[in-house]
């Protein structure tokens, strides 16, 4: 079955930088786009990057844009996020999603989600 297994989250020191990774399994993951997501304490899911089966197109939230770059490795069916300059607002779980449609449809119904790995910026 599809599978999406996040890794690389932790206690972080504002300024710091996380390197997120997101192994996939059980379905052609080269055919399928990407992303990250975060959800906050108190606050509702949200979309951060996402990128095409390719790789050749990305798209980044707009509070998070220069901040954050994301990637992905077809021959090892990973994708990844760098976030870098952590802030303690960016504390929260992060979750890998992806669908076999397009970006523009990553995080919507019959979307595939991993379980999230939990980010904490503090000092």
């Known amino acids: 079955q599809v599978q999406l297994v996040e890794s690389g989250g932790g206690l972080v020191q504002p300024g710091g930088s996380l390197r997120l990774s997101c192994a996939a399994s059980?379905?052609?993951?080269?055919?399928?786009?990407t992303g990250w997501f975060r959800q906050r304490p108190g606050m509702r899911r949200e979309f951060l990057a996402g990128?095409?089966?390719?790789?050749?197109?990305?798209r980044y939230a707009d509070s998070v844009k220069g901040r954050i770059t994301i990637s992905r490795d077809n021959a090892n069916n990973t994708v990844s996020l760098q976030i870098d300059n952590l802030e303690p607002e960016d504390t929260g779980v992060y979750y890998c999603?992806?669908?076999?449609?397009?970006?523009?449809?990553?995080?919507?119904?019959?979307?595939?989600w991993g379980q999230g790995t939990q980010v904490t910026v503090s000092s």
């Open positions: 999603n992806a669908d076999s449609r397009s970006t523009e449809q990553l995080g919507l119904q019959g979307s595939h």
């Open positions: 059980g379905f052609a993951f080269s055919r399928y786009a």
């Open positions: 990128i095409s089966f390719s790789g050749r197109f990305t």
